[in-house]
């Protein structure tokens, strides 16, 4: 069992920077890849990132340049950096995790709660 606790999410103008937290427990194998996910009103849930140990993250085209995946030295705590923030970036944000590489398939076992994030123009 994995347990996924997001936090960090707000209000900001297009332009400004946030940082979402995720704090993570539980079994470290079922946890070797994780990534964070996002879903806008009406849309699909989509891929923002993912991260595996033995590769560079894997970033969207969308958020390449601009947002910033990286943990702390014990895995514990995975963050997601957000500068340049643009309006298309509203949405709820999601931690995940799995044991298996799902990419920016979002069939991963382990979900945070989710934190809205909402940039105005």
């Known amino acids: 069992q994995v347990q996924l606790v997001n936090s960090g999410g707000g209000s900001v103008q297009a332009g400004g920077s946030l940082r979402l937290s995720c704090a993570v427990s539980g079994n470290t194998a079922d946890r070797s890849y994780m990534g964070w996910f996002r879903q806008a009103p009406g849309k699909e849930r989509e891929g923002v990132v993912f991260?595996?140990?033995?590769?560079?993250?894997t970033y969207a085209d969308s958020v390449k340049g601009r947002f910033t995946i990286y943990q702390d030295n014990a895995r514990d705590n995975l963050y997601l950096q957000m500068n340049s923030l643009k309006p298309d970036d509203t949405a709820i944000y999601y931690c995940?995790?799995?044991?298996?590489?799902?990419?920016?398939?979002?069939?991963?076992?382990?979900w945070g709660q989710g934190t809205q994030v909402t940039v105005s123009s």
């Open positions: 995940a995790a799995d044991r298996i590489n799902y990419g920016f398939w979002p069939q991963y076992r382990y």
């Open positions: 991260i595996n140990p033995y590769d560079r993250p």
